[in-house]
């Protein structure tokens, strides 16, 4: 079991930066296969980055070329590096946890608000 508490949300202008973690406790990271999601009024909770435990990265196109998702497994910590904000990033955004064997499972945090103004 794995709890995730994400931090590093808040109000930014379009074209700046901002940098999520998510701490885990509870468990390490490096048993999951990590992700973040957003979700935004009205619309459904949608994958923006993930990183497998082996390292490998992948993204939302809506994303690419402006997100970095890292993890460090000593600091038990998973980032999302945003840059070139815009509005339409505006959301929650929710670290995931996903545990592959025995099956598949997920844990969540609370969520972090990302505010991009114009």
């Known amino acids: 079991q794995v709890q995730l508490a994400e931090s590093g949300g808040g109000f930014v202008q379009a074209g700046g930066s901002l940098r999520l ?5 509870g468990s390490t990271v490096s048993f999951y296969d990590m992700g973040w999601y957003r ?12 990183i497998t435990r082996g390292g490998t990265t992948s993204y939302a196109d ?13 600091k038990n910590t998973v980032y999302l590096q945003m840059n070139n904000l ?25 969520g972090t608000q990302v505010t991009v103004s114009s």
Not at 21 to 25: D, F, I, Q, Y
Not at 39 to 50: D, H, N, S, Y
Not at 62 to 74: C, Q
């Open 21 to 25: 973690s998510c701490a885990a406790s």
């Open 39 to 50: 979700q935004a009024p009205g619309k459904q909770r949608e994958l923006v980055a993930e």
């Open 62 to 74: 809506s994303v690419k070329g402006r997100f970095t998702i890292s993890r460090d497994n000593a």
């Open 86 to 110: 815009k509005p339409e990033d505006t959301a929650v955004y929710y670290c995931n946890a996903r545990a592959t064997w025995p099956r598949t499972r997920d844990y969540w945090g609370q």
